[in-house]
């Protein structure tokens, strides 16, 4: 029996487009998470893993969309291939199976070793350059979506139970939940 080919697409906000990422490629069912990709406890990720078969193809656009750490990546992707599923990178044009060599799983190494390598310099010059910026006056942090008046606003409607929930709250006030969290934190 010829086994599925199963997309995974990860974007890490929900702005983001997930059109790219598989373009031009067909499969049978795709897993969307618009999460980070700092561990693996994403729903769709997940779901994917829970979903797919023996004999399954799951195609990733690229190694720092399945995993960001090294560690992620080789077990995740060792779990699959002891499962009898097959998982390719379509930007590193590789594919990994139960048949894979040695040299395989030293270019999954490699690989995985550079993406994350590559990511920790990306923080690391985007930290320097917050620090720069602040000590110049020019990074003030996170624009606060609400004025002062509209945060007392949000805190006294929750105090005084106008709304059934945080999610309720953060709609009629048009933030985030996690929004409605630090603005109610800030407030105590």
Known sequence: MKGQKVGYVRVSSVEQNTGRQLEGIEVDRIFVDRASG?????PK??????????????IVHSMDRFARSLKDLVTEVDKLVKRGIAIQFVKENITFTAQSTPMD?????LMGAFAQFER????????E??????SQGKY??????LKPDQAEALRQDWKEGKYPSKMALGQAFGISRQAVYRYLKAGK
């Open 120 to 127: 920790e310099i990306i923080l690391e010059r985007q930290k």
């Open 38 to 42: 700092k561990n693996t406890d994403r």
């Open 45 to 58: 990720f997940q779901e994917m893993l829970n979903y797919v078969r023996e004999g399954d193809r799951v």
């Open 105 to 109: 799983n030293l270019m999954l190494q």
């Open 129 to 134: 350059g917050i620090k720069l910026a602040s």
């Open 140 to 145: 003030k942090g996170r624009v606060h979506k």
